[in-house]
């Protein structure tokens, strides 16, 4: 059993850490933003220094704060799937690609087309796309139009294991987060990596999430703190939100949203993710490609910030009709698996305003999240009429509200609202032992405290529109085909 537990998330934009007690206290927090570069609409690439260097900045923190020599144990998860294309020092060869990154969109449907849905069903379980995230479309794009850079690779790491990388100086990545190329078996599968060659040398080695790699070394601020392996935050956040426990549907809000249900079932519904088995959990999740990332560009295309973006559609009354938007700024992930499509306001007259247009945006991710919702209970047999959520878009109480609204559900919220944190944290603490179980670990580090309870004058709306966002979406497909043509 462990004093102290340290968890670090490094998301999408910021790098959070904190020291937690076994009890789930927060003892102390940090949290920093990275830039994320966009040269053209289909780049998204970010410096993997920024990210060792506010790790640093974090560790050192709570060195200062007296923490040193009382953390047992740590862990570490981080945003996928972003790709890091490493020499033999470990040292980048090119800025890290986002997970938002479409440039690999031709590779990813060519290596599609090479697999069956039955072969996928077979070797991993469930038929998962080879998207433009994906880490062979992005080892091919890279073989095909940055050739010396191929050469000279090493390794294609994730984001965490880079880290820990540096941090440790071990090598190692786990199953869960490379969703597409490992089995249930928990092995790379040989004929989904030989459709690229080279790529199956250039992977790091596989170890269980609650593995521990090595310690923290000496150049760092708290060295000799053993770190497990971890795995994707979009795993770790619906873990530490809920998931480690059987049936329990979560919803976790950051940059994107992600919805998962942990349910041994798996009917093969198309759209979803389906993990193979990790710490006694099989995991369905559903990622859309811009939750929280509409709430930022919003922001900045309007100069507003996020507190009074929350704060202008509080005070006003939702105005009928208010603009229906389509969230998909940069494609869409689940339940669509779509790089083309593109956002859009719908249905706007000369009578609204900016405040309209905020609430359309909140209304907007909230649907995605439902479009993923029916397909996620579809795939794991289960419907739930609580949900339990944590994450930055679960913090203004109105987009909670909406989110309940349209969803129909009754929405409860973590308390330390940092779940890719709980949910190291805990998967630290049973790896260090004094839990029979990680959900048992979990429950001593997840507490709940906001709840939103659904208003049910609204259900014939939001069904509504529902409906009308589907079709929407359709037709704004062929619409943004045809603006794409040069």
Same mark, same amino acid.
């Given at each position: 059993m462990t004093d102290l537990v340290l968890g670090i998330d490094l998301g999408s934009t910021s790098v959070k850490a904190a020291v937690l007690d076994r009890a789930g206290n927060c003892l102390s927090l940090f949290s920093e933003a990275y830039p994320t570069a966009r040269s053209s609409a289909d780049r998204a690439e970010q410096d993997p220094a920024d990210?060792? @260097?506010?790790?640093?900045? +974090?560790? +050192?923190?709570f060195s200062a704060g007296g923490f040193a020599g009382r953390i047992g144990v740590g862990g570490l998860c981080s945003q996928v799937n972003t790709h890091v294309f490493v020499d033999r020092a470990g040292e980048p060869l090119m800025p890290a690609i986002l997970w938002q990154d479409t440039r690999a969109s031709a590779e990813a449907a060519e290596l599609d087309a090479r697999v069956s849905t039955e072969e996928k069903i077979r070797w991993l379980g469930a038929p998962i796309p080879i998207d433009a995230?994906? =880490?062979? +479309?992005?080892m091919l794009w890279v073989s095909r139009h940055l050739p010396k850079v191929w050469e000279k690779t090493a390794h294609v790491l994730l984001p965490k294991d880079f880290c820990l990388l540096k941090l440790t100086g071990e090598l190692f990545t786990d199953p869960v987060s490379n969703v597409g190329i490992v089995g249930t078996n928990h092995r790379y599968v040989d004929p989904i990596l030989d459709l690229v060659p080279g790529a199956a040398e250039r992977l790091a080695p596989l170890n269980k999430v609650s593995g521990v790699v090595g310690e923290i070394s000496t150049a760092f601020g708290l060295p000799g703190v053993p770190l497990i392996t971890g795995t994707m935050d979009g795993w770790v956040g619906l873990f530490g939100t809920g998931a480690s426990t059987n049936g329990r549907t979560v919803y976790v809000?950051?940059?994107?949203?992600?919805?998962? $249900?942990s349910s041994e079932q798996v009917t093969g519904e =198309?759209? $979803?993710?389906v993990?193979?088995?990790?710490?006694?959990?099989?995991?369905?999740?559903g990622p859309t490609q811009s939750g929280g990332a509409s709430q930022g560009w919003f922001c900045e295309l309007t100069g507003l910030k996020a507190a009074d973006m929350a704060q202008m559609?509080?005070?006003?009354? @939702?105005?009928n009709p208010t603009p229906l938007f389509l969230p998909q700024l940069a494609g869409e992930r689940a339940p669509l698996w779509n790089a083309g499509l593109r956002g859009a306001f719908v249905g706007v007259d000369s009578g609204m305003a900016m405040p309209d247009f905020a609430r359309a945006v909140y209304e907007g991710v909230a649907f995605s999240a439902r479009h993923v919702l029916g397909a996620l209970e579809a795939s794991a047999n289960v419907v739930n009429d609580t949900i339990s959520c944590g994450g930055g878009g679960f913090i203004p109480d109105i987009w909670g509200q909406i989110r309940a609204d349209i969803l129909g559900r009754r929405?409860? @919220?973590? +308390?330390?609202?940092? =779940?890719?944190?709980v949910g190291t944290a805990s998967l630290a603490a049973f790896a260090a032992g004094g839990y029979?179980? =990680?959900?048992?670990?979990h429950a001593c580090f997840a507490h709940y405290d906001q709840v939103w309870e659904p208003d049910q004058q609204k259900r014939g709306l939001y069904n509504d529109l529902f409906e009308l966002y589907k079709e929407a979406i359709a037709a704004n497909e062929a619409i943004g085909k045809r603006l794409a043509v040069p």
């Open positions: 990210w060792m @260097r506010l790790i640093d900045a +974090a560790l +050192a923190r995230s994906h =880490p062979l +479309a992005r809000s950051g940059t994107s949203e992600v919805l998962g $249900i =198309p759209g $979803i993710i993990f193979s088995e990790a710490e006694g959990l099989r995991l369905h999740a559609v509080a005070g006003k009354a @939702r105005r929405l409860q @919220r973590l +308390a330390v609202n940092e =779940p890719g944190i029979a179980s =990680p959900d048992e670990a």
